[in-house]
């Protein structure tokens, strides 16, 4: 699969969603427990899209760890579906003659993570949806892994501290008072998240 694979997929001027009701059913190859990490998802992505959607939520998790052997599993891959790529006319369209795609993560990484498609997959602009660095830090942040959770806070910590520079850099006489009260706020969450309390503020 290369580049001109991945533009024909989303040649058409269509919406990411299609008129069916896919199922699709996620696992990994070396899973502990196969019957019970399987998990279903319903979408109504076609399954080229599907597949690549995959792909790029498995290599955004990397990217913004910043740590190579960092995976998302199948329950968090489902609930950042359906938190950001949930059709709302789900259940007005007809079902899939085809009643299960199964979908292996490892072989999902495997054929898209060569050196000539790893950027292109995170790049495709369908994919790019607001929020979508947050929710899939969040639910890496709710891991017990000490060590993952130790680079994932700084790392939110860092973004936090991008934003509070920004809104300092570009702000006029008028508003000035009102940014370093945001400013303000934007330190205290960063010593919130350094801490590892995420209850930060809006």
């Known amino acids: 699969m290369n580049k001109k694979y991945i533009k024909s997929v989303f040649s058409k001027a269509e919406s990411l969603f299609s008129n069916h009701v896919y199922a699709y059913s996620i696992y990994h190859q070396y899973d502990t427990n196969p019957k019970e990490d399987i998990v279903v998802v319903e979408s109504s992505i076609p399954p080229n899209k599907f597949e690549l959607l995959l792909a790029h939520l498995l290599f955004k998790a990397v990217e913004l760890a910043g740590v190579e052997e960092i995976e998302l599993y199948q329950n968090e891959i489902r609930e950042i579906l359906y938190k950001k790529f949930e059709d709302k006319q789900l259940q007005n369209k007809a079902k899939s003659l085809i009643l299960n795609y199964p979908l292996d993560l490892y072989e999902v990484w495997e054929k898209w993570c060569s050196n000539s498609t790893y950027q292109d997959v995170l790049n495709i602009k369908e994919f790019q949806v607001e929020g979508l660095n947050e929710i899939i830090l969040d639910t890496l942040l709710k891991r017990k892994d000490s060590e993952t959770n130790y680079i994932l806070r700084n790392f939110k910590a ?41 209850c930060v503020s809006k």
């Open 158 to 198: 860092l973004s936090y501290l991008e934003k509070a520079a920004e809104q300092f850099r570009y702000t006029d006489v008028d508003a000035y008072k009102f940014d370093v009260v945001d400013v303000v706020w934007r330190i205290e969450d960063i010593k919130r998240i350094i801490r590892g309390n995420d």
